[in-house]
């Protein structure tokens, strides 16, 4: 069965440091979505791209984070510098439909700890 | 703008029924999702509703009325997996999906 592929799974870093996840869509899947999720809340969409153009990027505090999808199919998701309140999981979905009723499918996620 | 409401925590006894209710205010309405997640682990899809009624699957089923702005998500025969958080999101404008802060909802014996 296809998957969304995360890694790192896990990562720690220290704040000031530079992170990166990355992300594989399911194969032939146009909408990929990075979202994040502290504990005991629900996930919040950074940015959300349609190939490789940025669809939605609203949330995305874009002084430390930022997001490519260069040739429409993985992602990179970076930090620079991690602060202390980027400790969450990060999860990456993809999407075969751009409108309406598609369902997302959700990675493993990577969980980020910030000291 | 977009907010979804839903309870924060909910206990319930293995074997029995339990709804789970979620009221929504969106400027754009594709659909509303309900999610089931374990803890650590990743959200994965349990239903999806876009018109108003009753979608039943198994042991879930899940009611919308675009009209209220209200879901719900009945989980029947109650087993202790299905310990989880039950998000509720809804879908907007290039298939967003926006998601509620969740439902934690713990089986006991």
């Known amino acids: 069965e296809a998957e969304v592929a995360q890694s790192p799974r896990y990562k720690i870093t220290e704040k000031s440091q530079a992170v990166a996840f990355w992300c594989d869509p399911i194969s032939g899947h146009a909408t990929l979505y990075w979202y994040r999720q502290i504990l005991g809340q629900g996930p919040e969409l950074l940015v959300q791209f349609q190939d490789e153009s940025v669809v939605d990027d609203s949330q995305l505090p874009k002084d430390r984070f930022s997001a490519e999808r260069l040739k429409g199919v993985d992602s990179t998701l970076k930090i620079q510098p991690a602060e202390l309140g980027d400790s969450a999981m990060y999860l990456c979905a993809s999407s075969f439909r751009t409108e309406g009723s598609g369902e997302l499918f959700f990675g493993e996620g990577s969980r980020l700890t910030v000291l | 703008g977009q907010n979804i409401d839903q309870p924060t925590e909910m206990t319930a006894t293995e074997g029995a029924i339990v709804q789970i209710n979620c009221t929504y205010q969106?400027?754009?309405?594709?659909?509303l999702f309900w999610y089931q997640q374990h803890a650590g682990e990743a959200p994965t899809f349990l239903s999806y509703n876009v018109l108003d009624g009753l979608e039943e699957k198994g042991r879930f089923s899940s009611f919308l009325s675009r009209s209220k702005g209200y879901s719900y998500l009945l989980l029947k025969e109650l087993q202790m997996k299905d310990s989880a958080s039950y998000l509720c999101?809804?879908?907007?404008?290039?298939?967003?999906?926006?998601f509620g802060a969740g439902t934690r909802l713990a089986v006991h014996p």
């Open positions: 969106t400027s754009g309405f594709n659909g």
């Open positions: 999101a809804v879908t907007g404008g290039y298939n967003k999906l926006i």
